[in-house]
């Protein structure tokens, strides 16, 4: 009889043990992105940011150690403007989900590593460091980009017919150039594959050698130079590699055996219990 009561506590805590790390992965949440709005501060001679969407006269201030303390990969940064300023020199550590540039008075040189989204409006300049995903250039504005860009979109401004007036420039390659007239959305250019250090328009205009570019998207020039393939019958499907990020994920199944494990561990301790009052 002591070796099955035995037996029974061993069970109860080992499934115990076992439903522990479940428990863990149900508290998980992914942070959310932060904005610091950028802006150059008169009174104080330096570029300070509020943790808004829009510089706010009723939030606080703060230095950019602050800033540069706090931010993470994700976070979004609006550099926005309108008075005289020193230059802006900023380099973060991190991979930034939005960047926009928004009534700069001088050109405001950022580094990071990377972007998933670059807007530069209307009437600004800027100089960007770090690979673009996607970029996005309106009106008049005047860039640099200084590394890779994969998708490059520019928008004209303004109520004039073909209202492209952008000056950019693109030290790294481009995958997709693509510009569109503000007003009627009309398409200018549609080009591919950019060579590096060859992108470069000029009050709007494409000033690029063709040789340096392709009018063919590259899915549709590899259908067209291969034949047709003979239908295959559907492969079965098969997990795909799992990732850190998606491991930490709770999984239906692992829901369910943290159930069946809870319901194990409590019959070990109703069936102690009941052998503990048969012997008492």
């Not at 460091?129 to 928008?155: I, P, W």
């Not at 073909?162 to 030290?171: D, E, K, P, S």
């Amino acid at each position: 009889m002591k070796k099955l009561k035995k037996i029974v506590t061993l069970l109860t805590l080992a499934a115990v043990c076992l439903t522990a790390p479940a428990f863990g992965k149900i508290t998980a949440n992914a942070a959310e992105p932060n904005t610091y709005v950028l802006n150059f501060s008169p009174s104080k001679g330096e570029w300070r940011f509020k943790p808004a969407s829009s510089w706010s006269e009723e939030v606080q201030d703060r230095e950019l150690y602050y800033m540069m303390q706090e931010i993470k990969d994700g976070d979004y940064i609006v550099v926005q403007n309108d008075v005289d300023c020193n230059p802006l020199n900023l380099n973060v550590p991190v991979r930034l989900g939005n960047l926009t540039i928004k009534n700069s008075v001088k050109t405001p040189v950022i580094t990071a590593k990377g972007y998933d989204n670059v807007y530069v409006l209307d009437g600004t300049t800027a100089a960007i460091n770090g690979d673009v995903s996607h970029a996005y250039v309106y009106g008049g504005a005047r860039v640099n980009f200084n590394n890779n860009v994969d998708t490059l979109e520019m928008y004209g401004y303004g109520s004039e017919y073909n209202n492209l007036h952008a000056y950019i420039t693109v030290v790294g390659t481009v995958n997709h150039l693509s510009a569109k007239d503000g007003q009627t959305m009309e398409t200018y250019y549609d080009y591919y594959n950019f060579a590096a250090n060859k992108l470069y328009t000029e009050d709007g205009a494409l000033r690029t050698d063709a040789q340096y570019y392709s009018k063919t998207a590259p899915a549709a020039a590899a259908e067209a130079a291969q034949p047709a393939a003979t239908a295959q019958p559907a492969a079965t499907a098969q997990p795909a590699a799992s990732s850190s990020a998606y491991d930490d994920v709770p999984k239906t199944g692992e829901s369910a055996l943290s159930i069946y494990l809870l319901g194990a561990a409590a019959l070990c301790v109703v069936s102690g219990y009941a052998l503990r009052k048969k012997n008492a």
